[in-house]
């Protein structure tokens, strides 16, 4: 395993573009979540500054060597008031942002195995893409691997997955070069979430509209509430981004007679219990 995410082995130079993908997935996603841990223990020690700046002072003043600057323990004090806020709220917007980030590294990941896919596995073999209204005038401009990720935004935009939610979106997509294939609905229902609070967070300021009320009922959620995800709801729903890209993963070495079928068992095994 690669930081939780399952390691496939080369069988031979063809599939190679998938594992290095693979590999800087997991490399990316072990970085963010490295960073909410740091972000988290950094906050936490916030919260003892105050009583650091004020035993520094005591000593300062005992031996005459000239008192902290009161700038010092406001600013101490200051930083310790909010940090506690946000230690108290179980860490609103350190793990808000979080959840905004892995969505992104997730279509970024997505975005990326179907640029690799077009170049390596044979663009015009895929009857979707072979039907794109292609601009040749643009095409003609790029070279190498921006070709081919300039036939996936057009594809993005001929299949309107922009209006598609959830992983339907991606899975929208991924059929046009015949990597969609099932999913548990426990995932799928994860992922749904994972978007919707998303798009709450970044284009509702983090405060709970009608439409995240609706579409999530699950989540117990009132309008105009602020989105708190918790550490316990981040780790599920960053589970189901590691989780969905092992799958996408495993369809497309399956191209290279290595369908990974343990991984993808354990995968359905893990989401049949939620």
């Known amino acids: 395993h690669i930081d939780g995410v399952g390691r496939m082995e080369p069988k031979n130079d063809a599939s190679l573009w998938l594992i290095r993908h693979f590999r800087e ?61 946000e230690v108290n709220e179980g860490f609103p917007i350190t793990l808000s942002q979080f959840l905004v980030d892995i969505w992104g590294l997730l279509e970024a990941f997505i975005r990326k195995l179907l640029t690799l896919s077009l170049e390596h596995m044979g663009a015009m073999r895929f009857e979707r893409v072979a039907k794109l209204k292609i601009k040749v005038g643009d095409y003609d401009q790029l070279v190498g691997a921006e070709r081919f990720y300039y036939v996936v935004k057009v594809l993005e935009r001929e299949e309107a997955s922009s209006t598609k939610v959830g992983v339907d979106r991606f899975e929208s997509l991924l059929a046009c070069v015949k990597l969609d294939g099932p999913l548990p609905s426990s995932l799928k229902k994860a992922l749904y979430e994972l978007s919707q609070l998303r798009n709450c967070i970044v284009h509702n300021a983090r405060r709970v509209d009608l439409q995240l009320v609706l579409a999530c009922p699950w989540l117990a959620l009132s309008a105009g509430q602020m989105i708190s995800p918790g550490h ?31 991984a993808v068992d354990e995968v359905f095994k893990d989401w049949s219990a939620v």
């Open 25 to 85: 997935f997991a490399d990316d996603s072990a970085r963010l979540h490295r960073l909410m841990r740091l972000t988290i223990s950094g906050i936490s020690a916030l919260t003892t500054m105050p009583r650091l700046a004020e035993v520094i002072a005591r000593l300062e003043n005992r031996y005459g060597i000239g008192a902290s600057e009161d700038s010092f323990m406001r600013d101490a004090e200051a930083d310790a008031e909010l940090a506690q806020l």
């Open 232 to 262: 316990e709801r981040a780790t599920r729903l960053s589970k189901a981004v590691r989780d969905y890209s092992i799958l996408a993963v495993a369809r497309a070495s399956a191209r290279y007679g290595d369908p990974m079928q343990n």
